[in-house]
């Protein structure tokens, strides 16, 4: 691998590598797919996955390393429901005594859908928030409400002009009861375009 990417500690008299030897990103469905491999690790507490979405490194998750090995190890993360444009994703490998290296950064692009779509809340079941994810085939006016069984409006979650390409919205349901909800988005294309759609999700206190 040409960008082969060594972080050294030592141990005693010897030096052990945390060796990255491979760090991909593919996009997917408006989700980040991140795998990365180790050929060895030394004292290695794990990974804090950072992400830039050109404002600067934040923090997207963390996984766990395997502290000490001579063995092959393979690491998966999946960013969820991002939206349209460009990210850049680098790896802090976090030793256990606090000391801590980067990787090389990989980028990856979210292209805008070819249709209209409305995803799985996530999580689901939740408490007390949830993600709702949507993709525009175009640019659009768009109304996301949420019913409860009786079909009582419970909550209006959107309602704007929105640009083509992924977007999501966060529920936060802190004032209603645990159940099942609906929420339903409807959009309205500038070429005209009409798409509804309806998914269930439930709310656990």
Do not use: C
């Not at 934040?58 to 939206?83: C, H, M, P, Q, R």
């Not at 409860?148 to 936060?172: I, K, P, R, Y």
């Amino acid at each position: 691998f040409p960008n082969m990417h060594i972080i050294m500690s030592v141990t005693g008299d010897e030096v052990v590598p945390v060796e990255l030897t491979s760090f991909t990103a593919q996009a997917s469905n408006g989700n980040v797919v991140l795998n990365w491999s180790t050929a060895t690790e030394t004292n290695n507490q794990g990974f804090e996955v950072q992400r830039n979405s050109g404002n600067g490194y934040v923090g997207a998750g963390f996984i766990n390393g395997f502290g000490t090995t001579t063995e092959i190890k393979n690491y998966s993360f999946v960013d969820k429901n991002l939206e349209t444009g460009n990210y850049t994703y680098r790896l802090k490998q976090i030793d256990l005594d606090g000391s801590f290296d980067y990787s090389n950064e990989v980028n990856v692009e979210i292209l805008a859908p070819a249709e209209f779509s409305l995803a799985q809340n996530y999580p689901n079941p939740f408490n007390p928030s949830t993600k709702i994810s949507f993709g525009l085939a175009v640019d659009s006016k768009v109304k996301i409400n949420v019913y409860n069984l009786l079909g009582e409006q419970v909550a209006l979650l959107l309602n704007s002009d929105m640009t083509a390409g992924n977007h999501n919205v966060t529920f936060d349901a802190t004032h209603l009861n645990s159940g099942v909800y609906f929420y339903k988005l409807e959009a309205t294309g500038n070429d005209g375009q009409n798409f509804t759609s309806t998914m269930k999700m439930i709310l656990t206190k």
